[in-house]
């Protein structure tokens, strides 16, 4: 069993797809542990994405994260991590494979709809980073 962190981002949440993120990870045999809607600041942002805050787009990356609300969630399985990385796509929505929630919503790299932890280390952060022990289920 692994858990993984998983976000609807501001783009996503706009597109009122939310529910339909959920449904298509709940369809993959993926159990939500924990679940909550909020709306990060401009330094909450830069904290979550801290990894990339040498890249160009550091900084677009976290103006777009703190535009509106977000859905983050735990989500658990048998490897969730690649899982959730397989049902939400390539980064670039273009790169895409088809029927995967970028393909289908995503409009730009950035505004690509979903994040999913990319490996344990990052899951364990993640996690950390919007729920307590309590708070998951
Ligand atoms: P995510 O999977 O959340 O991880 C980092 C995010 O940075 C990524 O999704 C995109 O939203 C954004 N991103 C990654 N690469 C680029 C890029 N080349 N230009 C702009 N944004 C990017």
Same mark, same amino acid.
């Given at each position: 069993?692994?858990?993984?962190?998983? @976000? $609807?981002?501001?783009?996503?949440?706009?597109?009122?797809? !939310?529910?339909? #993120?959920?449904?298509?990870?709940?369809?993959?045999?993926?159990?939500?542990?924990?679940?909550?809607?909020?709306?990060?600041?401009?330094?909450?942002?830069?904290?979550?994405?801290?990894?990339?805050?040498?890249?160009?787009?550091?900084?677009?990356?976290?103006?777009?994260?703190?535009?509106?609300? @977000? $859905?983050?969630?735990?989500?658990?399985?048998?490897?969730? !991590?690649?899982? #959730?990385?397989?049902?939400?796509?390539?980064?670039?929505?273009?790169?895409?494979?088809?029927?995967?929630?970028?393909?289908?919503?995503?409009?730009?790299?950035?505004?690509?709809?979903?994040?999913?932890?990319?490996?344990?280390?990052?899951?364990?952060?993640?996690?950390?980073?919007?729920?307590?022990?309590?708070?998951?289920?």
């Amino acid at each position: 069993m692994e858990r993984t962190l998983s @976000i $609807v981002k501001p783009d996503g949440v706009t597109l009122n797809v !939310i529910g339909e #993120v959920i449904s298509r990870f709940e369809k993959k045999g993926l159990k939500v542990k924990a679940l909550k809607m909020l709306h990060l600041s401009k330094e909450e942002a830069k904290g979550f994405y801290i990894v990339h805050k040498e890249r160009p787009f550091y900084g677009s990356l976290t103006d777009f994260m703190s535009e509106g609300p @977000i $859905v983050v969630m735990v989500l658990e399985g048998p490897q969730a !991590i690649s899982l #959730v990385r397989e049902t939400m796509g390539a980064t670039n929505y273009k790169d895409a494979a088809p029927g995967t929630i970028r393909a289908d919503f995503a409009t730009d790299i950035e505004r690509n709809v979903v994040h999913g932890s990319d490996s344990l280390e990052s899951a364990t952060f993640e996690i950390k980073y919007f729920f307590s022990a309590m708070e998951i289920f």
